[in-house]
């Protein structure tokens, strides 16, 4: 599976049953509670991250990610324009990239 076809996944459910799938609670939730969801996503990860658990890594890694994109489709930004901001920033330095943000 790919990002494309997860995202495609999250943006069907927009507007089902709550009761049907979990995507379709969390987006039912509000974008607020999809941020929220994220952050301890990503809480959980940088913890495996820390304790240098791979297999928790990568399990939490799929969960970060998974909840990004949720977190996407319920503030309405499609994950084609993130990855175009990417590749807009692809051959740049980080440094300069930095830099150069307002």
């Known amino acids: 599976m790919t990002l494309d076809d997860l995202f495609a996944t999250i943006e069907a ?11 379709a609670r969390l987006l039912a939730k509000g974008p607020e509670k999809c941020a929220e969801k994220f952050g301890e996503e990503a809480v959980e990860a940088i913890i495996e991250a820390a304790k240098g658990d791979r297999a928790a890594l990568t399990s939490e890694a799929a969960d970060v990610l998974y909840h990004l994109l949720v977190m996407l489709a ?23 990239e930095k830099a150069n943000r307002p």
């Open 13 to 23: 459910r927009k507007g089902a049953d709550p009761d049907s799938s979990w995507t």
């Open 74 to 96: 319920a503030r309405d930004v499609a994950l084609a324009d993130v990855m175009a901001e990417l590749a807009k920033r692809q051959g740049t330095s980080g440094l300069s």
